[in-house]
């Protein structure tokens, strides 16, 4: 596996069920982000991670529940969505969380909330 | 409130065209832009990042910054079918990587 891998790739759930999406990247990176993606939106940062600390939590709603366990690896958990939370949730790594690092992303998970 | 705002098109260039791509933005402390070209349903990939004013070119492509301006522009020579995309401006503000995306601008080139 190359570059920034995203699982699942496409998420159906309802509003009462918990889920989590899991980003994995390749690169030797230190920081990690989750941005959600919705039709005809800018794309929306949501976490921000560096070497597994936390550092910026763009005011989202606490049904959104980030974990970065190593460098490697982040996840998002879910539970109790709305509909409205239905969007495309991409993540990405940097080398460091720095202005002039190229973010790359993975190919994100395209969820419906019913 | 931080933004960065770009024209949503579509733009329509035939085959073999320039296509210009413009961008503005809000906060005068960005500091790093960047191009991101975005198939329909696919996720961004990175085209071109630029940190200092003036000219930048990379094959096909041209970034252009005015900070002065507050303006960063791509220009793509030779368009081609499949540069047909939705393009992405982000800024990078601050002292780390938080980039703000602007909407983006929907290419259409037309054989």
């Known amino acids: 596996e190359t570059g920034v891998t995203q699982t699942p790739r496409h998420l159906v759930m309802g509003m009462t069920n918990k889920k989590s999406l899991k980003c994995e990247q390749h690169l030797g990176h230190n920081a990690m982000y989750w941005y959600k993606q919705s039709a005809k939106k800018p794309l929306e940062l949501m976490f921000v991670?560096?070497?597994?600390?936390?550092?910026e939590n763009n005011s989202v709603p606490s049904r959104f529940s980030p974990e970065c366990p190593n460098s490697s690896h982040l996840f998002l958990h879910l539970h109790t969505l709305q509909p409205e939370d239905s969007a495309l949730y991409l993540c990405?790594?940097?080398?460091?969380?720095?202005?002039?690092?190229?973010?790359?992303f993975g190919p994100g998970t395209r969820l419906t909330v019913l | 409130q931080k933004e960065v705002e770009q024209n949503s098109g579509p733009l329509s260039v035939p085959e073999g065209a320039i296509a210009s791509l413009n961008c503005t933005y809000s906060d005068r402390g960005s500091q790093s832009f960047f191009w991101y070209r975005q198939y329909s349903g696919k996720s961004p990939e990175l085209i071109m990042s630029?940190?200092?004013?003036g000219d930048k070119e990379d094959g096909r492509f041209t970034a252009q910054l005015n900070k002065a301006s507050q303006y960063v522009s791509l220009l793509i020579r030779d368009s081609q079918p499949s540069d047909s995309a939705t393009y992405l401006c982000?800024?990078?503000?601050?002292?780390?990587?938080?980039?703000?995306f602007g909407a983006g601008t929907r290419l259409a080139v037309h054989p």
């Open positions: 630029i940190y200092s004013n």
């Open positions: 991670y560096s070497l597994e600390e936390r550092v």
């Open positions: 990405a790594s940097s080398r460091e969380v720095r202005g002039t690092d190229t973010q790359y």
């Open positions: 982000a800024a990078a503000s601050g002292g780390y990587t938080k980039l703000i």
